[in-house]
Every structure is written in C-alpha cells, then in structure tokens.
C-alpha cells in the first residue's frame, strides 16, 4: 500500500484542481477539502466521510473580500470577521447563488470561516475560490488533529497536506448570523464573553447540525467524564476493570490534545477511558461539549 503523503502546495494545488479530494491543515482539525465549484469533487468528500448528503459543509476562504463573494454580510458580520478571522469561528449567513446547492445540503445558508493556518490559506488564494471542507474524520468519529490520524482514519488512501498537530485542536465555533439574535450553535475558542461587545443577548437557534448531535466524537472504548477522578479511578480498578485517565489540564492544553488522546487511549484495549472534568472557561466548556457527546456515542458502561 503506497503510503501518499503530500507535503507540496503546488502538488496539493493540483490534486484540488483536478477535482480530487485532499485533507488539508486548520488551527483547529483537518478538513477533507474539495474545491468549491467542482460538485463531483464534494460528493466524493461527502462519500470519503461516509456522511449523510443533506449536512452541509462549511467553506474556507483565504480572505473577507473572497468570503463576501458566497454570503451575504451584514456590518456586524464584516465587524466580527475583521476582529476574529483568520480564526477558529465559522459564521452561518443566508447564502448568495454562487454557491452550489451539494455544499448546504439544499439550505439556504452557508457555512463560512477564514482558517488560521498559513499553509491552508496560501493554497485557498492561490486557487482563487473556497475549498469546502468538513472535519476528515468518518462520521461520527473523532476528529483528526495530525496528518496521521487522517491517513490512519482514510486507510492511506488521502493526500495530505501536512500542517503539523492543530494548535486548537477542537472544531470551530459556529455562530448563527442568519438568525436574530445571533446564535453560538457550536461551542469552540470563541465564546460568548469574547464575543460580548459584538453581540449583547444571544438567542437560540433552530436547524439542526451535525456537530450538535447527541452522540459524537465517538471512541469505541467506554468513556467516563468524571467530576472526581481518584473516586472513580479507584472503584472501577477495584472492579477489575483496565482504565485510562485523562488529567484535568489548562483549557488550552485540553483541548490541543483530546482527541489525539482520545485516539490514543482508544488503542490501548483498556475497559474504560477516565476524561477529568475541564476547567469551566469558553475553551473548557467547548471541550466538556464534546467529551460529553463522546461519552453518549461510546460503549455503554452499563451498570458500573
Ligand atoms: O473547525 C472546523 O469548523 C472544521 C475545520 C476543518 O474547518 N470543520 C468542521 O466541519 O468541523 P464539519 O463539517 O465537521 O462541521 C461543520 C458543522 C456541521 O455541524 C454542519 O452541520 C454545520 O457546521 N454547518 C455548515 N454549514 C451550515 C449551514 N449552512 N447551516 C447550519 N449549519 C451548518
Ligand atoms: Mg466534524
């Protein structure tokens, strides 16, 4: 099995421009990228992910003046875009025709952010259009942070453009500017305390999203999020059980290593994996969203 691993831009360039899928680097997971005006490239996505056709994708651009080109803007919108892009949030606004409907799954909005990652914006703007992209994992699955974890989750068969480990580490906030008020449908680095001077009163928001499931993210190891690790530690070892723990740690070291840990821990055959509960700060609460997603999609832990 030949092992494809593309470390050029101008090949990585190429393979977009020829219409086939490449996973690409972001501050925050790798994205399976497809260009965003070749439709039979973004169903090969949509079937390389295994995920269902009607969940949209969220477009990369390499700067606002690209992004206005696909979305509608409001003064509020290109004020938060100017304060927090390139960055880890993706704005929800209703969509202009230039966008094709295998993107938003039929909506009639459109998920857009600027990635804070040079590699990834230097090819979005060298192709001159967006690449639509959705995190590389398999549906359902966790999220890849490494250009490994996207080989290993694609059998070796996805060039990758390696970036290194992400620096976030977890999904982008996704903020709701199609709706009034705004709504965060999405927890991430950015949260409503740092968006504040933008947005006074948050409202809540009604079409669903893939990331907001119940169960996500899942490891296929049972998952305990624990408020009090030694406890929990020491009853399930007394039960005979095999555990895995993951320390409480700053908010920022959390979540840059959960899901490499979570994939890791995955591969020890252990019984159960231990997540100490996060710090409650906006990149803690955004990691407590997802360890609690994945421990719905987890094995049940039964009765233990
Ligand atoms: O950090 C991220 O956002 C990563 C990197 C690669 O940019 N991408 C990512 O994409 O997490 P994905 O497809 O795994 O999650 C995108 C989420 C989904 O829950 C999707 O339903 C939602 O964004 N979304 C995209 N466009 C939308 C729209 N028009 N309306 C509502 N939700 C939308
Ligand atoms: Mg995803």
């Known amino acids: 099995m030949s092992v494809l691993k593309i470390t050029s831009l101008e090949k990585v360039l190429k393979t977009i421009q020829d219409g086939q899928p490449c996973a690409i680097p972001t501050e925050t997971v790798y994205g399976l990228a497809a260009s965003i005006d070749n439709p039979l490239a973004i169903r090969q996505v949509f079937a390389l992910k295994e995920r269902p056709v009607d969940h949209p994708l969220i477009i990369h651009a390499s700067s606002i003046a690209m992004a206005e080109r696909y979305g ?7 004020a938060i875009g100017q304060r927090f892009w390139p960055g880890p949030l993706t704005f929800i606004l209703p969509k202009k025709d230039t966008v094709p409907a295998e993107v938003t799954g039929g909506l009639n909005t459109v998920g857009i952010r600027i990635p804070d ?14 690449l639509a992209a959705p995190s590389a994992n398999k549906f359902g699955k966790t999220s890849p942070t490494t250009a490994d974890h996207v080989l290993k989750d694609h059998a070796y068969t996805i060039p990758v453009l390696d970036g290194g480990p ?31 001077e933008f947005i006074p009163t948050f409202g809540e928001s009604q079409t669903p999203t893939s990331g907001t499931h ?7 190891t049972s998952l305990l999020l624990s408020a009090n690790i030694e406890d ?37 055959g252990v019984d159960v994996l231990i997540a100490e509960q996060p710090h409650n700060d906006t990149l803690g609460r955004a990691v407590l969203d997802r360890l609690s997603r994945a421990s719905v999609g987890a094995p049940n832990l039964g009765d233990l």
């Open 166 to 196: 992400c620096s976030v580490g977890v999904e982008s906030t996704i903020l709701d500017l199609s709706v009034s008020p705004p709504a965060i449908r999405r927890l991430g680095a950015i949260g409503e305390e740092e968006l504040r």
């Open 117 to 130: 990652h040079s590699l990834t914006r230097t090819l979005i703007k060298n192709h001159g259009t967006p």
């Open 214 to 220: 119940k169960a996500h993210y899942a490891p296929s």
């Open 72 to 78: 509608h803007f409001t003064e509020l919108a290109i």
């Open 232 to 268: 929990d530690s020491r009853r399930l070892s007394k039960q005979g059980l095999k555990i895995a723990t993951i320390r409480l740690m700053n908010s920022d070291q959390y979540a840059q290593i959960l899901y490499a840990k979570l994939r890791e821990l995955d591969s020890l």
